[in-house]
């Protein structure tokens, strides 16, 4: 189907424990980024990638890892979970940067 | 510093009332200004898209207005719908096109 789509929807995992969201888009979109959404706050960037092989960061990007082999796919690595990484997670693309960004439907993460 | 206030914090009118929700930002320089609808469990899904030129935009009931000058922007719902409670946010970008700027948002509740 065509979209963006998440996976896991929902992922529990224990401190220390390395942990990867899957994010995977049918649009070839050049752009893909990842945010963090916490009660209190606004999405928050973590890492976005404007081409395959081509990554940022954002704003809060420590304890997270990202790679881009492929234009469509964009997975997030927490490579040591931790509790304050408990959040929903959700990953976007656009086609350009000042374009409107399709969002995924979110992974709760929980580290416990 | 970048910034992206949004009034009021939570709103409940009944179904068929219009509303109006305010976004303030401080970012500089602007790029364009966003509005997103979030369902409860859901991703945010785009209702508008403005850049700097643009004084108003539609899409079907939701009408926003952006005062460059001032730094403020609006969005109108018309003829609310039960299916308008959700959260909306209000989302600037930066001309350098390396960030996007979250508003906390506004929890929008339509009552029979």
């Known amino acids: 189907d065509a979209g963006i789509t998440q996976s896991p929807r929902y992922k529990i995992t224990e401190t220390g424990r390395q942990v990867t969201l899957m994010c995977h888009q049918t649009?070839?979109?050049?752009?893909m980024f990842w945010y963090r959404q916490d009660l209190g706050h606004g999405l928050r960037l973590i890492y976005y990638?404007?081409?395959?092989?081509?990554?940022d960061k954002g704003e809060v990007p420590d304890g997270y890892v990202v790679s881009r082999s492929k234009t469509e796919n964009f997975p997030l690595t927490l490579e040591s979970a931790t509790r304050s990484q408990t959040s929903v997670y959700f990953c976007?693309?656009?086609?350009?940067?000042?374009?409107?960004?399709?969002f995924g439907q979110g992974t709760r993460l929980t580290v416990v | 510093k970048n910034q992206v206030e949004q009034s009021p914090q939570s709103l409940i009118i009944l179904e068929g009332k219009n509303c109006t929700l305010q976004?303030?930002?401080?970012?500089?320089?602007?790029?364009?200004l966003r509005w997103y609808k979030q369902d409860t469990g859901r991703g945010p899904v785009s209702l508008t898209i403005?850049?700097?030129?643009?004084n108003t935009k539609s899409n079907g009931r939701y009408t926003a207005t952006l005062d460059a000058d001032t730094k403020q922007s609006s969005l109108h719902i018309t003829a609310s719908q039960l299916s308008d409670s959700a959260s909306y946010i209000c989302?600037?970008?930066?001309?350098?096109?390396?960030?996007?700027?979250f508003g906390k948002g506004t929890t929008l509740s339509v009552s029979s």
């Open positions: 976007a693309s656009s086609a350009d940067r000042d374009t409107e960004a399709f």
């Open positions: 649009w070839s979109h050049s752009y």
């Open positions: 990638s404007a081409a395959a092989d081509i990554t």
């Open positions: 976004c303030n930002y401080t970012v500089s320089p602007f790029s364009n």
């Open positions: 403005m850049t700097f030129s643009e």
């Open positions: 989302v600037v970008g930066n001309q350098a096109g390396t960030a996007l700027i």
